[in-house]
């Protein structure tokens, strides 16, 4: 937790840069008035930081943030439960200690409401592989009416290499469905088979 300004003091915060580093090098856990003093507590450096769904069969209530501040003379710990309230912060409004150096607070924040990533969005495998496959036949193409156009001198619409097979591939493309439909559904009525009946 940061103090966005006038930071309390800090007790014992000799290792985080003095009394008045709460909540900016050290990790603060709260303040407190003490007889008309604003005093903070602190875990001092955090080590290590985890974060944690508080209920796995409801992820929308809530996550729980675990700090540890690994040090010479304690182990300290925070464990902040942020309960999700996308209208308001609230808290902590009080802090209770569990352990000789582990403490827990609770709050409302809107950071603790979940967020559902969507699946299906982008361009997918199949969508990227198009992409790679456009590419390079643009490449191709570029490639080749360069070459044809620098190197042997042609001009105009046969600059296109293999303009020949593509001007055919539509007509190719739609003789092989048309015989693809003629193989599955069998001949019909204004199909004529190759062979003639002969009447002896």
């Known amino acids: 937790m940061i103090f966005n300004h006038d ?16 909540g900016m090098e050290c990790s603060a856990l709260m303040a407190r008035n003490i007889e008309g003093y604003d005093v903070c507590t602190t875990i001092g450096k ?3 930081t985890s974060t944690n769904i508080i209920d796995n069969q409801n992820p929308h209530k809530g996550v729980i943030v675990k700090m540890t501040s690994s040090g010479s003379k304690h ?7 942020v309960i999700c309230d996308s209208n308001r912060v609230h808290g902590p409004h009080s802090l209770e200690k569990l352990g000789t150096c582990d403490y827990a607070a609770v709050l409302q924040h809107p950071s603790g409401c979940a967020t559902i990533n969507g699946h299906g ?6 969508g990227t592989l198009m992409i790679i496959v456009f590419c390079l036949f643009g490449g191709y193409l570029l490639a080749g009416a360069v070459y044809r156009h620098f190197y042997i001198g042609v001009h105009g619409l046969d600059m296109i290499p293999n303009l020949d097979f593509w001007t055919r591939l539509p007509h190719r493309t739609q003789s092989f469905f048309a015989s693809l439909v003629r193989r599955f559904r069998g001949p019909t009525e204004g199909y004529r088979s190759s062979y003639s009946p002969v009447n002896f």
């Open 121 to 126: 969005k982008g361009w997918g495998w199949f």
């Open 75 to 81: 182990n300290c710990s925070l464990s902040v439960s």
């Open 7 to 22: 930071p309390p003091r800090c007790v014992e915060c000799l290792d985080c840069g003095g009394a008045s580093r709460c």
């Open 46 to 48: 955090v080590t290590s």
